[in-house]
C-alpha cells in the first residue's frame, strides 16, 4: 500500500461524510432515550470525581514564609528563574489534569507587620516541596503557622514614660 492508496481511501471515506451525517440525524433521534440514560450518569459520575480530587487537593494545601535576609538583592535572573518554578508548580500538582485548576492554584502574598517584608507561598504540599527546593539564594524560609519565639526575634516592650525620665531620655 503506497502514500497514494492511503490518501485516496481517506477522500473516499471523506466523500461520504455528508450521506452518513444525515443518516446519523434519525438514528440519534430513535435511540435518544438510551444516550440520555447512559450519559447522564456518566456526566454526573465526572462531576462527582472532579469534586472529590477538588478537596483532596484543597486539604493538602500548605505554606510557606520566605523572609529576605539583611542585604538581599536578587538579580533579575533569580526573579525570573522563580518566576517560572511558580508558574510550572499549577501544571505540575495533576499529573493527569483531572483536578480542577482551581484547587491547584498557587497563592502568593506579601505582606509586612512592621518589620521586614515577608512573601507567602500557598499550594499543595507536593508542588510546595519543590518550589522551597528551589527558592531563592538569600531567604530565609520558614514555616507560616510556627510561633516566633524570643531566640528567634528580639522583644521590644515599652514600660512608660516614667521609666524615660529615669533614663535621661526626655520624652
Known amino acids: 500500500m503506497t502514500v497514494v492508496d492511503v490518501i485516496d481511501s481517506i477522500l473516499g471515506v471523506a ?7 444525515q443518516s446519523a440525524g434519525p438514528a440519534v433521534a430513535a435511540n435518544l432515550p438510551g444516550i440520555v440514560l447512559v450519559t447522564a450518569p ?27 535576609r539583611p542585604g538581599f538583592d536578587p538579580g533579575e535572573e533569580d526573579i525570573l528563574r522563580f518566576v517560572h518554578q511558580l508558574v510550572r508548580a ?23 507587620s512592621g518589620g521586614p517584608p515577608s512573601y507567602r507561598v500557598e499550594a499543595r504540599s507536593r508542588t510546595l516541596a519543590l518550589i522551597s527546593r528551589h527558592a531563592y539564594v538569600g531567604c ?3 514555616d507560616p503557622e510556627q ?8 522583644t521590644i516592650t515599652f514600660e512608660g514614660p516614667a521609666d524615660l525620665e529615669t533614663t535621661g531620655v526626655a520624652a
Open 15 to 21: 466523500s461520504h461524510a455528508p450521506r452518513l451525517a
Open 42 to 68: 456518566l456526566l454526573l459520575l465526572l462531576a462527582a470525581g472532579q469534586m472529590v480530587l477538588a478537596r483532596r487537593a484543597l486539604a493538602d494545601r500548605a505554606g510557606v514564609e520566605l523572609l529576605p
Open 90 to 112: 499549577q501544571a505540575s500538582a495533576s499529573r493527569w489534569h483531572l483536578t480542577p485548576r482551581r484547587a491547584t492554584a498557587v497563592r502568593i502574598r506579601l505582606t509586612s
Open 140 to 142: 530565609e524560609l520558614r
Open 147 to 154: 510561633e516566633l519565639t524570643a531566640a528567634s526575634g528580639v
